[in-house]
Each structure stands twice: as C-alpha cells, then as structure tokens.
C-alpha cells in the first residue's frame, strides 16, 4: 500500500532526527506504525540512526516495539545493536522489547551486535532484567505475607541486576544512589534473601530444568557484597560504604594492585554454593593457576567470563575507581568519596619516609592468616555418586519419582474415562514443541556469552558461524582492515560504479547479443554495508619466495541493482555472499612492488543468495530460483573455485603461466562404512521412528560425493569409496556431513571432519568420529593418504594396494592435470554463421569436466585445470571436445590423447604444447588446442623410497600384470576394431605371493566361447568382503551389443537384480548413448551374511533406454548367475555371453573363477 505524505514525512523526519517535527505529526494524529518499502517502521529509523529521544517519543505514543514487518524480519532492538547505541537498546528493552526474537536468517539482536563488533550491545542485551520480570519476587506467593522484594526497591535492585560493571566500587555507589535499598534498613535484608532465592531458581534442579549459569554468580557476587555491608553498622549505610570502598581502592605501595579487591573476589567465588556449575569450574580453572598479586586480576577475569570481554579492552576512559565508562581518572561518584586524596596522600607519604609506621592492609583485612583468603585453596569437591549424597540430590530424585509416578496416573486415567488417543498424541506433541523452543531459547541465550571461552569444543557446538578466529587461534581477527574497508566503502561504491559496472560491464553485455543492444542499468547503489573480513589466516613456511593467507569473506549488504532491457525492469537486492579466499602473493622480487603477481581462488564454492525484484519476480519461484542460484554457483565454481584460479600480475615483463597450474600435495581417499546411534529424524504415529540417511563427503574445492540412501535404519552401511585431490594437507579437512532423505528438505543428523594432515606419513586409519551440533551419533570412515610422485616403478605399487581392496577397478593409481590454455582459429558456426560460443569438454572414460562458456570467440582463453583421477592410466584415453554452446553444444573438433603417451615421456610432463583439433564430420584447417599435461603417481603415505619401490617389483605377479597391460594395444587402436579388441583380452590367472596383510586372489577369467555369442557379452566383477558382510557387483562394460534401435545406435543401460531375497532393492547402471560397446564402472553392493548370498541368483537385464513413444525394442540380453560358488578369498572379474531375453531356455551360469570354471553351464 502506497504511503500518504504525512506517513512519509514521519518517517524521514524519524530518521533525520527532527524531534519536534515527529511530536508535532504525532499530535495531528499519523499513525506511528506506518512501514516504507522495505517493512522499516518510523521506530526502527531512529534506532537504526541513534536518536534515543524520538525513540522514548514514538514508543510514549504507541510504537509496537517488536514489530518484524521488515523484509529481512529485523526489530528495532536489532537495528538499534546493528548500530551500537546502547542507549537506545536499553530503551527498547524496558518498553518490552523480545531480546530472542530472530530475524529471517535465525539471527537474534545479540548475535547480530556480536556479529558487527557492538560489545557494549551485547553485554546490555544478555545481562537485561525487565522490571516486569521483578515484580514476580514482589508478589506473595503460597502463603507468605508479604513479597520477598520491597516493591520500592524494583528501580535500584533492576540497577544491580543489569549492569556489566562488576567493580565492587561501582555496585557500592549505585547502592548509594538508589537510598530506597537500604531506607529502612531491612530492605537490604530483604535483598539478600530475594538473591538467594534468585540463585536457586536459577541453578537447582527442583526449580528449574534451564540453569543460568551467569545470572547465578552474579545474583551471588552482589549478596555476597550486601552481606558484608549487613555484619558492619547498618545504621549508617552510607559511612559503611565509604570505608569499604576505601579499601577496594586501596593499591599496594610496590605494584599498585588491588589486594583487598583481589582476595575479595576470590573468596566470593569460592563460597558459591553450587560446585557443579560449569561457569564456576571455569573461572577456577582461569584463576587458580595465577600467582596472588599478579596479573589479570579476578575481577578481570571474572568481568570476561560473564560479559565476553574485560575492561581492560576499553581502558582509555573508565574511572580508575569504579571501572566506569566516560571518566577520564574519577566519575562523578568517585569524587565524593571522602578521604580518597587523604589516602593517596599518606601512601605518597609513606613512600617518602619509608612507611615505617602502620600496618599493612593485607593485616587489616581479617583476623585470620593470609591464607585464608588465597584463591590457590579453592578446589572443587568430587561429585558425589548415590541416592542422597546430597540433600539437593535427595530432593531432585524425590522429584523424578513423583514426576514418573504422576505421569502414569495420568495415562491410568486417560485410559479409565476412555478418552480418546487423540489427546494423548496432541499432547505429546505440544510437550515436545515447547520442550525445543526451550532448547533454542536457552542456546541462542548463552550463546553471546560463551564467545571467549577457551574451550574450542564448548565454542563450536553454539557459534558455528561466527568468524573463524573466534575458534582457531592461528586465524587472526582483522578488524582494523573492516574499518578501513568501511570508511573507504562509498569511494569504492563510486569507482565501481562508472569504472566497473558503466565502462566496462555495459559494453560488454551489449556486444554479447543484438538482443541487448539498449541494455542498461536503472539503479546501481552498492548500499552503505560493506563486506567483512572475518578471519585471516597467513602462511609463510611453505615455499620461501611466496606469501599465501586465507581471507574469510561475509557480504550481506543493502545494495540495490535494477537492469533495463527492451524496456523490462529486473533487478536483484538483499546479496548476501560468503567464502573463503585463499591469496598467494608469488614471487616476491627485489624490486617494487615487491610481489611480481596476485592469485587468488576460492577454497570451496562460496555461498551466493540474493532476491530478485520487479520483472525478475516471475522466476523467484522455489525451483525455478534454486535452479539459478545451482547455475551461479557452477559459472562461479569453473572460474575460481580450486583448482582453477585468476592471477593478477604487477609486473609487466614477468612469466606467470606456471602459477595458474595446480599443485597439489596428494590424494586422500575415503571410505565411508557406516554408522550407528544417529538421530531419528522421521518420527512415526505408530513405530519408534527411523532415518533415512545419507553422507556428503567435501573437502577443499568443488568436488562433492553424495553416498546412496540406507531407508529405514539408525545403524546405516554405506561401503562407499571416494577420493580428493589434496592442495595442501596442512590447512585441509575432510568433512563428513550426514542427512536424512526427505522429500522436501534434508534434516541434519551431524557433521564431522577429520584433517588430513594427520593423515600424512601413516598407513590407512579406521576410526569412528562422533558427530557434531546433534544429541548423538557417530560414523566409521577409513581415510588414506597418497603423496604425488614421478617415479614410474610407483604404479606397481598401487597395483598392489589397490588390489587388496574390494573395489578394485575404481581405485585410482595416477593424477592426470589437464590446463588448457587457449584454442586457435575455431571455425564460425555453420548454422548461425556466426563466432561460436566455445567451451570444452574433457573426457577420461566416464569421468567428465566441462570449462566456461565464451561468448563469440574463435580463440578463447580458458585457463582451466581439470584434476581427474585415473583408475588405469596406462589402458585409459584422454578425449577434449571443443563444443559450441549457441549451436546446440555441436562438436567443432576433438582430441585424443592415451595416457600412456604423457606417462612414457622422461617427466611425465607435456609442457604447453599445440595439438591440432580433428573435425567430426570434415578436417579442420589450422585449428589448434594449447594444453599442459602432467600426470603424477599416487604413493602410499608422503614419500616412498626407491628401495622399497624395487623391492615390490620383485613381486612377479605385480610385474606380469603390469607388463601385460603394457603390451595391449591402445585405446585408439582398440576401438577401432571391435574382433581385435576381443582377440587382444588375453586370458589373465594371476595368483599374487601372499602375505600376512593380503592374503585374497585376484582371479580374471574369460570365457573361450564368446566370440560366438549373437548378443554380445558383459564384464562383471563378483567379490564377497567377510569383513563387511557384503556382496559387491561391479558392472564394467560390455562389447558386441546387438542394435535394436531403427535408425542410430541404442542407448544401453544394466539392470542388476538378487534374487529371492532381494528382487524389490534393484540396482541400475546409468545410460551409455549411441554405442554397442559401453564403458559403465559401476558397483553395487547388498549387505547379508555368505550362507544367504549363496542361496540367491544375481540377474543381469540389458536394456535398451528408448524414448516414452519411440516403436523400438527395450531388452537387449539378460544372463543368470548361480552364486552359490562364491568364494570370499577369490574375486572374479570375468566376461559372460549374454543370452536371448524373455526366453525360458536361458542358462543358469555358475560364478567364473578361472577357465574351467567358465564353462560350467547348466
């Protein structure tokens, strides 16, 4: 709805701060909730802005403080700690302001003043007691006569209560202040006893299910100051006091320190009653190992515990009596002390003639030794375990009791009167409800005060999207560069705008398509926001002539960009963006400006969201938008994202191709077994509930694995393997998060990680990691790592660690890096007639990567690094297709390239060569593709020494093996003729020596009657892990399909079945297009014991994948194998004649193990 001028007019003048305006609006009665474009409401202006006294005006006429109309759902308490002002926070707070209310992003006023640096925000936020909150303590309850708190005392107890200040000066003058505390005298009394009461409430089980940790200590360290005021003369409080305060703030002659403050605070905190409390062990453990008399003190120790930071952060102006803000050596309440000069006088005096008279105050403190009030005695009594150990314990298992037994008369009732289990369900559900809002409550509450613990797992478990130096001690906090980044934030905003977006983004959109010839922009504003440096962390012990660090990055400003086209407005606001930026500043020269060029990449794909306006509104829709933000994210992923990277050079005449190649450390491999314990997220009327979960596997880069779905368990089995290239096995981690499969959003059931550089130099480590940030669970992954190496012998190797796991065939052996620098001379499009958009494929067997899309270009530069692990390097093809996207991705030409070829150079290195490009249909003239080859050896551990690579070698079935694949033909020569590509499969029998650590057979077999099947044949591997419990199929290809398609070739896929048992869990291999000789790798694996695996039949259907309306044929073979041979010390990879579909005359064949065994049918 469109604003009048009068609701306009308010809120401006709300947000200039025109007091009078406001009050004279008001009285002409606009309305005071009115909301602008964006939901802001004239209060949430003037808190955004800092005018406390238009605040106080609006909220006297009526302003709905907890309003959340806003786009982004923020209050004015959130606008009011986003901007610092305490004051007005204090205001909002007494009017009733929701201190756990969230914003859209699950953001409360305290983490959002935490978040921007607003300490003084946060620790009024956190310690806020409303007055309405008080007035329960003045009310009698059960059958007192009175209220444990004198009504009169609500103001200055509040004072007390609230306040961030914990010097025992300053919480004796507000005690001054506030007379009605201590007039008459039993008020005081009185206060003690409401303390008391409050501490109770606050930690003892019988009261509460919620502890407050930090209002407990608080509520104890004023009573504890109020009782010491109670044992002197409480007929002149006012004298009591003075000489207290006096010695507070009496320094000791040799180190000014505080003595009788110090021992004081000590005591306090250990005569606290409750020794279990968790916010007591730690102040003990922060002061116990600190000398008396040195530094930090208990009260800086304890200001930092309870509000998150001390009092020396802000030294500069606090009064060096009372630790008050705004005073520059004494407040205004300080100064009244009397005899404070007098004091300082005589120490000055006693300075002077050696204070040879007097006692020291550390004798007048108390009658008894020293001792008794040294902090290093405080110890923290053993828990006592039993059934009335304690009479808090007695009384809490009292409470248990009576709670179980209430609980079951009631559900004896229910059943009784024959009410319906509707109720009880309805009921169920409320409890459950509220019981997690009172979770969310408690942990967003605690969560601000817990940022400075020591304790890294305590932080993680609430802040776990707080900047990465609150948690790593070696990531440095940069708020000195997001202050310079703020004041030069409009400056930037100005350059980016005519220099960027105006000169030069404009004329490129233009040039792109005739379509977007008028394209401009109708509004570019940046907003006032700036991004945020939230952590950087720098190295400078890897390489001796380079400098990297790791920059967190968080946007979430206000910008606003609105783009015309054939006059349609879309526009885009509310960016938000966060990453991690990895910087490499190489190579440092000896010259200005002393680095020669800049690199910079994203460590994984940094997370982009926004919100679309005007015309772009059609597609903010939930798929249509997710699909966008996936494509982002992809064109993001390709440019900067590890491996690929952007170098920015300083220096004119220096070489920099070399720093846009990858150099990775090595390669980890993960395998994921399974889990146990987990959350059982889908909860069931009837059943006890289960999960359906799943794990995505990350480490640094864009690479992600997704393992299948386990349906119905806690206690998943995945026996999946994956593997990641590793950058840098210092900073990296892999990360383990675990979901369960819903149909509209995944529920998170843990995470967890485990770094790699612990890794490095060990043999495979099997362990169970307990999930994170959820009530339970835990996960067993086995992780390896692999160094990089150029030695050729170090394929044996893996030959032969390799094959000691179940999942042979896709274990990799080598690293192949593909840089593709640029191509030359592409042709035009011969259906448009115009400069192609390029872009390329790359292809090893079923691995693909594709690079950036160029607009009109006939010689793009890509600068793109594929990083693609080889099963078999010295069998397996390199293929690029260099394809035009505005021709429906037609192939303008293509290179092959066999492995071997990179493998058989001197260093395994092709280095920025031109390889001409073959054309599909018709040769290409003069079209080149510039490429840099490197291919690296995968070697157990972070070195192998060329000792122990001979030694393996000697192995002779590692060497036959390896030199018979050397001696097959290559992938180019073999494809192009089918019968010598099944003459050349020489029959393999290896038999490896055993050993204590391998002690399984690799059996390949082949059938000698294949060449004379008419359906052609597939190749299986059948293995059984005794460890495991599971069967494993591995589907790998098959050859001399027969075509059942009418006019190309079909589109074969395989289905796998296991049959009795298991026929409803079928297995499906993807779709191979436009082939009679696929290529799959595909494995499948079903869980059961080996007497139940024996009785089943494995099922193999060879399928046609055919269009929905297409008259072709579907079942291209089938075969049935009889698994009742199985053998778990053998694994058999072995070709089987397929057989005529849909025919009752199929055979049934026996597993093969070797030639004999190949023949058996029945």
């Known amino acids: 709805m469109a604003l009048d001028t009068g609701e306009k007019t308010i809120i401006n003048y709300a947000t200039e701060g025109s007091f009078e305006d406001v009050e004279h609006l008001l009285k002409n009665h606009v309305p005071v909730d009115v909301h602008d474009e964006h939901g802001m409401t004239p209060l949430q202006h003037a808190a955004f802005k800092g005018h406390a006294n238009i605040c106080s005006l609006l909220l006297a006429h009526g302003a709905n403080v907890n309003d959340h109309e806003h786009d982004q759902g923020y209050t004015a308490l959130m606008f009011a700690a986003l901007s610092g002002n305490r004051e007005v926070v204090r205001i909002l707070l007494e009017a009733g302001a929701k201190t ?79 007379s009605e505390l201590y007039q008459p005298s039993s008020n005081l009394k009185r206060i003690s006893n409401t303390l008391s009461f409050i501490i109770e409430r606050s930690l003892d089980p019988y009261h509460t299910n919620e502890p407050n940790d930090t209002l407990a200590i608080k509520s104890h360290y004023i009573k504890t100051l109020i009782d010491t005021l109670l044992e002197k003369n409480i007929d002149n409080i006012e004298k009591v006091c003075n000489e207290l305060r ?30 279990q409390c968790p916010l007591l062990q730690q102040l003990v453990r922060l002061i116990a190992p600190i000398e008396l008399g040195q530094k930090p003190s208990a009260l800086s120790v304890l200001t930092t515990t309870l509000n998150g930071h001390a009092f020396e952060d802000e030294t500069h102006n606090r009064c060096d009596a009372c630790s008050q803000l705004n005073a520059n050596r004494r407040c205004a309440a300080c100064k009244s002390i009397s005899n404070i000069m007098q004091n300082l006088v005589s120490n000055i005096k006693g300075k002077l003639v050696g204070n040879t008279t007097g006692t020291s105050p550390n004798e007048k403190l108390s009658p008894t030794s020293t001792e008794s009030y040294g902090f290093r005695q405080i110890h923290i009594p053993e828990a006592k375990i039993g059934l009335g150990s304690t009479e808090a314990d007695l009384i809490y298992m009292v409470k248990k009791y009576l709670e179980i037994v209430g609980l079951i008369v009631i559900v004896w009732v229910v059943g009784y009167l024959r009410f319906s289990v509707s109720w009880i369900l309805l009921i169920v559900f409320i409890y459950l409800f509220r019981q997690r809002q009172r979770a969310l409550s408690k942990e967003r509450h605690k969560m601000i005060n817990e940022i400075n613990d020591s304790e890294e797992r305590y932080i993680k478990a609430r802040l776990d999207e707080l900047p990465s130096w609150v948690f790593f001690p070696d990531v440095e906090r940069a708020e000195w560069l997001n202050r310079i980044i703020k004041q030069a934030w409009p400056y930037a905003n100005k350059y980016l705008d005519k220099a960027i977006f105006h000169d030069v983004m404009i004329p490129m959109i233009r040039s792109t398509s005739p379509a977007l010839s008028d394209f401009s922009f109708d509004r570019l504003d940046l907003g006032e926001i700036p991004p945020r440096i939230g952590g950087v962390k720098v190295y400078t012990d890897n390489v001796r002539d380079q400098i990297m660090m790791d920059i967190e990055v968080f946007y979430a400003g206000d910008a606003r960009i609105k783009a015309n086209v054939k006059g349609i407005v879309c526009g885009i606001k509310d960016i938000q963006f966060v990453g991690d930026i990895r910087i490499i500043l190489s190579p440092l020269i000896n010259t200005i400006p002393i680095v020669g060029a800049v690199t910079y990449f994203f460590l994984r794909k940094p ?94 880069g864009n690479v992600e694995y997704k393992t299948k779905t386990i349906n119905n368990t806690t206690t998943p089995q995945w026996n999946e393997v994956f593997e990641f290239v590793v950058e840098q096995s ?23 990680q485990y770094p790699i550089n612990t890794l490095v130099g060990k043999e495979a480590v099997d362990t169970w990691l307990t999930l994170q940030d959820v009530k339970k669970g835990s996960i067993n992954v086995c992780l390896q ?57 790359i292809k090893v067997d079923s691995i693909e990567r594709k690079t950036q899309t160029f607009e009109n270009q006939t010689n793009p530069l890509f600068e793109h690094i594929s990083q693609i692990l080889c099963s078999n390097p010295l069998q397996q093809q390199l293929t690029i297709e260099v394809c035009d996207a505005r021709s429906n991705n037609d192939i303008i030409g293509i290179f092959q390239l066999p492995i071997k070829q990179i493998y058989d150079t001197d260093t395994m290195i092709i280095d920025s060569q031109a390889f001409p490009l ?54 180019t020569d073999v494809s192009s003729n089918p019968l010598h590509q099944l003459s050349s499969s020489v029959p393999l029998t290896q038999s490896r020596k055993s050993s204590p650590s391998d002690n399984k057979t690799l059996l390949i077999s082949d059938d000698p009657d294949l060449n004379s099947t008419p359906y052609g044949m597939i190749k299986l591997g059948i293995n059984y892990a005794i460890n495991r419990k599971s069967l494993s199929v591995t589907v790998y290809a098959c050859k001399n399909l027969i075509n059942v398609h009418r006019e190309n070739l079909p589109d074969p896929y395989v289905r796998v079945y296991l049959m009795p048992d298991f026929k409803k869990d079928k297995k499906k291999t993807k779709s191979i297009h436009d082939t009679l000789n696929p290529t799959y790798d595909d494995l499948f694996e079903w869980a059961a014991s080996l007497a139940d695996i024996r009785r089943q039949h494995l099922f193999i259907s060879l399928k046609n994948n055919s269009p929905l309306f297409k008259q072709e044929e579907t079942y291209m073979g089938e075969i049935e194998i009889n698994l009742s041979n199985l053998d778990p010390e053998k694994t058999s990879i072995a070709w089987y004649a397929l057989q005529e579909p849909n025919t009752s005359a199929s055979g049934i064949m026996k597993i093969k193990y070797d030639t004999s065994d190949s023949k058996t049918q029945f």
């Open 246 to 275: 006096k010695k507070f703030v009496h320094e000791n002659e040799n180190d000014n320190f505080r003595m009788y403050e110090e021992k004081f605070i000590r005591e306090t905190i250990r005569n606290f009653p409750y020794k």
């Open 918 to 971: 073959k054309g599909v249909s018709e040769p290409l003239d003069n079209v080149s593709i510039i490429l840099r080859l490197t291919l690296n050896i995968l070697c157990p551990g972070r070195s192998s020494p060329l000792s122990e690579i001979s030694s393996i070698n000697s192995d002779s079935s590692v060497d036959n093996f390896t030199k018979d694949s050397l001696n097959q033909a290559s992938p």
């Open 785 to 841: 790592y692999f160094s990089l190496t150029t030695q050729k012998s170090a394929i044996d190797i893996m030959e032969k660690v390799n094959s000691q796991k179940i999942k042979q065939e896709k274990l990799s052996k080598a690293l192949l890096i593909v840089f593709i620098d640029r191509c030359t001379n592409l042709p035009s499009s011969k259906k448009t007639r115009r400069e192609p958009n390029p872009f390329c494929r």
């Open 607 to 700: 997370s982009i969201d926004f919100k679309l306006t005007d015309a772009g509104t059609l597609v903010d829709i939930p798929g249509l938008n997710d699909l966008m933000l996936v494509q982002i994210n992809d064109i993001v992923a390709s440019m900067m994202v590890l491996p690929n990277r952007q170098v920015f050079p300083l220096v004119s005449d220096l070489q920099i191709g070399h720093l846009r190649w990858s150099n990775p450390e090595g390669v980890v491999r993960v395998i994921v077994i399974k889990a146990k314990d987990l959350v059982k997220a889908d909860i069931q009327i009837l059943g006890q509930g289960k999960s359906d979960p799943f794990v995505k596997v990350k480490a640094q």
């Open 730 to 752: 210092e900073s990296d981690a892999v990360e383990f998060e675990v979901y369960d499969e819903d149909p509209g959003k995944d529920d998170f059931l843990g995470r967890a």
């Open 100 to 178: 756990h209310q969230t914003n859209r992003i699950g953001r409360t006023a305290s983490q959002l003043a935490a978040f921007t640096g607003q300490k003084q925000c946060v620790d009024t936020i956190n310690n806020y007691v409303t007055l309405e909150d008080l007035k329960y303590y003045t009310i009698p309850q059960g059958q007192e006569t009175e209220g444990k708190l004198p009504e009169s005392c609500m103001h200055g107890f509040q004072r007390l209560l609230i306040t961030i200040n914990f010097n025992p000066v300053h919480l004796l003058n507000i005690i001054c202040k506030y």
